[in-house]
């Protein structure tokens, strides 16, 4: 898991202050996660939704409102203020490079993202968590201390156990908003997620948003979790239906059409995700390279090192294998351990290779196996010359094919089997 600072500045020019979730899967989408009334972007709901939508593949910013948290201005615009600032938040990560595709709301932040999708083209689907039908649900909770109250005079508010300062534009604001009328004109797929118990926002508010939503729109029960999404387990349910949800809707980065064949032996490419990783594409299939998190990556598969050293034991497992095979030799079975010394100013880069052969072979099979791994061909490639030339990828594959195939690398390893028979039979 990897989290980045990420702020950007609202309507306004103030900063707000937001974190960037990814995982260690590739990130196949982004989003942008809104928080509920008066929270910030650690609460339990926007912590631990962001980070179990990363582990599913879907980067997601989530911000302090402004005046909220760690960001700046006065608190008390009203949902047209929130609004803002989600826009605001989209169009920021759009000019970074990752265009959310996805809103995500919890309570009074789903209000808020039911309202900025329509600014949004790019935004595909929404998805709501305990979300109010109307936006003067809020008012239930701060509208007696600010009933006749001075245009431009903010009184204080408490609000959860927190003081806040409203003012009668905050009353008038929220009360300006037709949110039936929004919902019905999102032209967006829409997720309704609404606990049955919940008693901060009731289940009513999730009928209202769900009949008044045209389709796509599904709903689903979050059974007996409380309105905060204060139990783990809770949060991860709701964002793994999230991300299953919009995987239909926001579509897939990754997803170039058909992959095509590398044009040389394997292909490795970015993949958005974390700060090194890659996808490895051979003809067989594909896996993920990177670097672990203490140096910055996500850690989600092997390192380039990593792989190098898989190379030697493989091949050394291979050519072992084959050279016994020929014998008639009762090896049981291969076992290769590689390390990696890097190079310093004294010595060159050296690998430790430990090898096992299981029970069966007697102690001069075990050498003579021995012998072989050191005459493997990558071994060889490694220890004696090798040469790498650079050019820029071609757009269509040349005519010579691959220029190393699996026949070539087999041929290599009966070659080295046949070399060690000559100098000196069993």
């Known amino acids: 898991m990897t989290a980045v600072d990420f702020d950007f500045t609202n309507a306004a020019g103030r900063r707000l202050t937001g974190v960037l979730e990814t995982g260690p899967a590739p990130v196949r989408a982004w989003a942008v996660f809104a928080h509920c009334f008066t929270c910030d972007k650690t609460s339990l709901a926007a912590t631990r939704v962001s980070r179990a939508l990363a582990d ?15 960001s700046q201005g006065e608190f008390g615009r009203g949902l047209s203020g929130d609004v803002q600032d989600v826009v605001c938040a989209a169009r920021a990560m759009e000019a970074a490079g990752r265009t959310p595709r996805l809103l995500i709301g919890h309570s009074f932040g789903g209000a808020a993202v039911l309202a900025a999708a329509g ?14 039908f109307d936006a003067e649900h809020v008012l239930a909770h701060v509208g007696p201390a600010l009933e006749g109250v001075a245009p431009g005079r903010r009184v204080p508010v408490s609000i959860a156990g927190r003081e806040f300062e409203l003012g009668a534009d905050f009353v008038a604001d929220i009360r300006s908003h037709n ?3 929004r919902i019905a004109g999102l032209k967006r797929a829409l997720l309704i997620l609404h606990s049955p118990v919940d008693e ?5 508010n999730a009928s209202g948003i769900f009949q008044a939503a045209r389709h796509p729109k599904s709903f689903v029960s979050l059974d007996d979790a409380n309105h905060l999404l204060t ?6 349910y709701a964002a793994g239906v999230i991300a299953a949800w919009a995987a239909r809707y926001v579509g897939d980065l990754a997803d170039q059409g058909e992959v095509s064949p590398p044009l040389q032996g394997l292909r490795v490419e970015e993949t958005g995700g974390g700060k090194f990783q890659v996808r490895v594409t051979t003809a067989s299939g594909g896996f993920l390279a990177d670097e672990p998190a203490s140096v910055g990556g996500l850690g989600s598969g092997p390192t380039p090192y990593d792989l190098l050293g898989a190379g030697l034991g493989a091949c050394t497992a291979m050519t072992c294998r084959l050279y016994a095979d020929r014998k008639g030799w009762p090896l049981e079975r291969v076992v290769v351990e590689v390390g990696h010394v890097a190079k310093t100013a004294s010595a060159p880069d050296h690998f430790t290779r430990y090898i096992g052969f299981g029970r069966g072979l007697d102690d001069e099979q075990q050498a003579r196996l021995l012998e072989i791994a050191d005459r493997c061909p990558v071994h060889r490639t490694l220890t004696e010359s090798a040469t790498v030339s650079t050019e820029t990828l071609p ?5 010579d094919g691959p220029p190393d195939s699996p026949a070539d690398h087999l041929q290599r390893m009966q070659d080295t089997c046949n070399e060690l028979d000559r100098t000196g039979a069993d």
């Not at 599913?56 to 760690?70: A, M």
């Open 119 to 132: 600014a949004l083209e790019a935004v595909a689907a929404v998805a709501v968590i305990g979300t109010p």
């Open 200 to 204: 901060i926002v009731s289940i009513d």
């Open 179 to 181: 949110q039936r009328d």
């Open 56 to 70: 599913h593949g879907i980067g997601v910013l989530r911000f302090d409102f402004t005046g909220l948290g760690e």
């Open 395 to 399: 757009e269509r594959r040349p005519d």
């Open 231 to 236: 139990r783990k387990a809770d949060a991860d």
